[in-house]
């Protein structure tokens, strides 16, 4: 589901969206009827924008989280140094990307929400950290917790920043998504964070990602 107040920009990311065999935009809203019908339309995936003049993203996305069943849900923004996408983090949104992200990246994206996995738009990751230099930590202590980390647990905190879900991460280094899950619990656990972002965020900030970040990764 698409919620954005333009509707040019809901129709363009429909008709993007729609192209892909394995994903159906079930609904578009603006904020003030978002709540309603994602209620109405229980869609996997939202893709939020944060401002809107009516009901804006960050009360529309303290509704959904508030749902027994609630979707995930991505920031939609305009601005790579949205003060606003470090409470929406907060706040239970799995990510963010800007408006202008390249429409062959789209489906890519939604998939990955739709997996469990972390989107963020490189551009605006980077300049939330530098705008927000505690965003990710907000005390050098926080980043030292990195250290408490176990060879496979950096290993798989980098692939949750890259974006990628448990059963992919499984994938990758060939452990089972139970197993992935478990290390995962662990890393949130010994970092302190709350969320898959808040950890990809914390890091981005250690240095562990090296810099060398695609749009495609969800990062």
Same mark, same amino acid.
């Given at each position: 589901?698409?919620?954005?107040?333009?509707?040019?920009?809901?129709?363009?990311?429909?008709l993007?969206?729609?192209? /892909?065999?394995?994903?159906?935009?079930?609904?578009?809203?603006?904020?003030?009827?978002?709540? =309603?019908?994602?209620?109405?339309?229980?869609?996997?995936?939202v893709?939020?924008?944060?401002?809107?003049?009516?009901?804006?993203?960050?009360?529309? !996305?303290?509704?959904v989280?508030?749902?027994?069943?609630?979707?995930?849900?991505?920031?939609?923004?305009?601005?790579?140094?949205?003060?606003?996408?470090l409470?929406?983090?907060? /706040?239970?949104?799995?990510?963010? !990307?800007?408006?202008?992200? =390249?429409?062959?990246?789209?489906?890519?994206?939604?998939?990955?929400?739709?997996?469990?996995?972390?989107?963020?738009s490189?551009?605006?990751?980077?300049?939330? !950290?530098?705008?927000?230099?505690?965003a990710?930590?907000?005390?050098?202590a926080?980043v030292?917790?990195?250290?408490?980390?176990?060879?496979?647990?950096?290993?798989? !905190?980098?692939?949750?920043? =890259?974006?990628?879900?448990?059963?992919?991460?499984?994938?990758?280094?060939?452990?089972?998504?139970?197993?992935?899950?478990?290390?995962?619990? /662990?890393?949130?656990?010994?970092?302190?964070?709350?969320?898959?972002?808040?950890?990809?965020?914390?890091?981005?900030?250690?240095?562990?990602?090296?810099?060398?970040?695609?749009?495609?990764?969800?990062?």
């Amino acid at each position: 589901m698409v919620v954005d107040d333009e509707a040019l920009v809901r129709s363009g990311f429909e008709l993007i969206l729609n192209t /892909s065999d394995d994903i159906q935009v079930v609904a578009t809203a603006d904020g003030a009827h978002a709540a =309603e019908v994602i209620r109405r339309e229980a869609p996997d995936v939202v893709l939020l924008d944060i401002r809107m003049p009516d009901v804006d993203g960050l009360t529309v !996305l303290r509704q959904v989280r508030a749902l027994p069943e609630a979707p995930v849900v991505a920031m939609l923004t305009t601005f790579d140094t949205d003060e606003y996408i470090l409470t929406a983090l907060r /706040s239970g949104a799995a990510g963010f !990307l800007l408006k202008d992200t =390249e429409p062959e990246q789209l489906a890519h994206l939604v998939r990955t929400l739709a997996a469990g996995g972390v989107v963020m738009s490189p551009k605006a990751s980077r300049a939330l !950290l530098r705008s927000h230099p505690g965003a990710g930590a907000p005390q050098d202590a926080d980043v030292a917790r990195v250290a408490l980390l176990s060879d496979r647990e950096r290993d798989v !905190l980098v692939l949750v920043a =890259e974006g990628l879900s448990n059963a992919d991460i499984g994938i990758r280094i060939h452990l089972s998504a139970g197993t992935v899950k478990d290390h995962v619990s /662990s890393i949130l656990t010994k970092l302190r964070v709350a969320s898959r972002v808040q950890a990809a965020l914390l890091a981005e900030r250690a240095g562990l990602l090296g810099g060398n970040t695609e749009q495609g990764t969800g990062w």
